[in-house]
């Protein structure tokens, strides 16, 4: 319930802004819809960059961790041979 509260808030400001931005002459119910639904659609687009770049960073961090073993096991597990 208080998420939802924040969306309206948050859409609302963003609303008013984006407006205003666009100089549009819109009245307040079609400014907080705006708003509204700008913020739920940028939230989802949001949620799926981090998901994405997540899971890249994922990836990222297993190569490093690998080369980081592979270097460690050239050094003193086949440097004693």
């Given at each position: 319930m208080g998420?939802?509260?924040f969306i309206i808030i948050?859409?609302?400001a963003a609303g008013f802004i984006a407006t205003r931005m666009f100089?549009?002459?819109l009245g307040v119910p079609q400014t907080i819809a705006i708003g509204v639904l700008g913020a739920l659609i940028?939230?989802?687009v949001l949620r799926l960059l981090l998901t994405a770049l997540g899971m890249f960073a994922g990836l990222l961090g297993a190569?490093?961790?690998a080369v980081?073993?592979?270097v460690l096991y050239q050094k003193f597990i086949e440097g004693k041979k």
């Open positions: 998420s939802l509260i948050v859409g609302t100089k549009l002459d940028g939230g989802w190569i490093l961790g980081v073993l592979i």
